[in-house]
């Protein structure tokens, strides 16, 4: 007899339940920003814990300086500088292979990529390293640069090495340390003239930029990566960018790659305009730090025009890459909220009005790393101790960007910048940047000239 429950009746009643999601470790959860945060924190932790438990320790730097041939090989590729060389390069591969391991990379694949990409960068630095290419202030990252471009242009880049090109990663690790040298006490050195330059600089240009790229038809996805670049300190700001609007990275890669470009010949015009034109040393230095996009390029160019104008310009410079973590947070409530349409949009697609942790998500978070590290270099930790450890973590930090430049390098494609959006970004990359130049030249002589306000006394 039957019970009643034939086959189909039984299957009826059986429940069928979704695979169960496998559970993320933590440490599988962090993004490329949380670990440029945790190995820039541990770089920074590890320095100041061994100046405080070796009393008296200093650190010895990697060199990279030389003048001639003989210069080369007795300071620079001796056994124990290209040890040190080495030994920082096995850490950052220890480091930044924990993170893409964990993160569900290839750990092997991305070792042999890391290996070239540190040889490329490392050769970069002591190109740039050079007495007479430094007095033309062309540094490192145009050589690190133009060396990824033409591997990645002249060649197939195999997948090892793309797995190491992770320009964003070594950046933002980079720019956490560089917040140890941002300090707010150097700000306020330049008093009232200094901020008020970088502010009106950073705003006024940033839409500028951005007008003259709608103006050109270039998306707003692309101008606002491209406004950041031109107006606060072009590849770092570019990146807070695109984190903040989660842009597409090929035209993040664009935007760097131009940034670099259009840098080599301002950093040789500039100041050779600044001696031809008879402009004020200490005004020359504020044009170039609210105009050139790095602090090595500012550095490298001021010093072309003379002492005070280097302090103007790094101060300036200083200023300038404070306002990143300000920018970043304005740019994520903007592009969150634009994003989001009117009223009548949301209503329709069934969206919440974008509140806090919105933001918070699109908020880059390196950047927090960035201002923390200032913050507590500011005015937690003695001047003595940041001095015993600015010189190392600034080497450090120097690495983690030329490694950056390379995968820029490796990124970027010749032929994008014509092909992409028929060339009209680079053109509003262009424009936005001469408009810069002629907009921070006016304030800095009307704030450091002694016209608007008092001329500071950072001589």
Do not use: H
């Not at 030249?441 to 016209?451: K, Q, T, V």
């Amino acid at each position: 007899m039957s019970n009643g429950n034939t086959p189909a009746m039984a299957n009826q009643n059986v429940q069928i339940l979704p695979p169960a999601e496998e559970k993320k470790s933590f440490f599988a959860t962090l993004t490329e920003d949380w670990w440029a945060v945790l190995i820039g924190g541990v770089i920074i932790l590890a320095a100041l814990t061994i100046v405080a438990v070796a009393e008296g320790f200093k650190f010895t730097v990697p060199d990279y300086k030389w003048a001639t041939t003989d210069d080369l090989f007795a300071k620079v590729l001796t056994g124990p500088n290209l040890t040190l060389i080495a030994g920082i390069g096995v850490l950052f591969a220890v480091l930044s292979s924990i993170a893409i391991g964990l993160s569900g990379g290839s750990i092997k694949r991305y070792l042999a990529g890391f290996t070239l990409v540190f040889v490329v960068g490392i050769a970069a630095l002591i190109i740039g390293g050079n007495k007479t290419i430094n007095y033309y202030g062309i540094e490192y990252v145009v050589f690190a640069l133009v060396m990824g471009l033409l591997i990645g242009n002249l060649t197939t880049i195999p997948d090892w090495l793309r797995e190491a090109a992770r320009s964003e990663f070594f950046i933002k690790t980079g720019l956490v340390i560089l917040g140890t040298s941002v300090l707010f006490t150097d700000i306020v050195k330049a008093g009232l003239p200094g901020i008020l330059q970088a502010v009106l600089v950073v705003s006024v240009v940033w839409f500028f930029a951005l007008w003259l790229s709608r103006k050109l038809k270039v998306d707003d996805e692309f101008g606002v990566i491209l406004a950041s670049a031109v107006a606060i300190c072009g590849v770092s700001a570019a990146i807070v960018a695109a984190g903040a609007i989660k842009g597409d990275k090929k035209k993040l890669s664009y935007v760097t790659t131009l940034v670099l470009l259009v840098a080599i010949p301002m950093m040789i015009l500039q100041p050779w305009l600044v001696k031809e034109l008879g402009i004020p040393e200490i005004v020359g230095g504020a044009w170039l730090g609210g105009t050139l996009d790095t602090t090595a390029s500012v550095t490298a160019a001021a010093e072309l025009v003379g002492p005070a104008a280097l302090k103007a310009g790094v101060i300036i410079k200083f200023s300038q890459n404070v306002l990143i973590g300000v920018a970043a947070f304005f740019i994520a409530i903007w592009w969150t909220y634009r994003r989001s349409g009117n009223t009548a949009e949301r209503a329709a697609a069934g969206a919440e009005k974008p509140g806090f942790g919105v933001v918070w998500e699109r908020f880059p978070k390196f950047v927090l790393g960035f201002i923390v590290a200032s913050l507590i270099f500011s005015f937690w930790i003695p001047t003595a101790t940041g001095k015993s450890v600015g010189g190392i973590l600034n080497s450090l930090r120097t690495v983690w960007f030329a490694l950056a430049f390379v995968a820029i390098g490796l990124e970027a494609r010749f032929s994008d910048l014509v092909k992409i959006q028929g060339g009209r970004p680079a053109l509003a990359f262009i424009g936005a940047q001469i408009f810069n130049i002629l907009w921070t030249l006016l304030w800095a002589f009307l704030l450091f000239g002694g016209i608007l306000l008092a001329t500071p006394d950072i001589k």
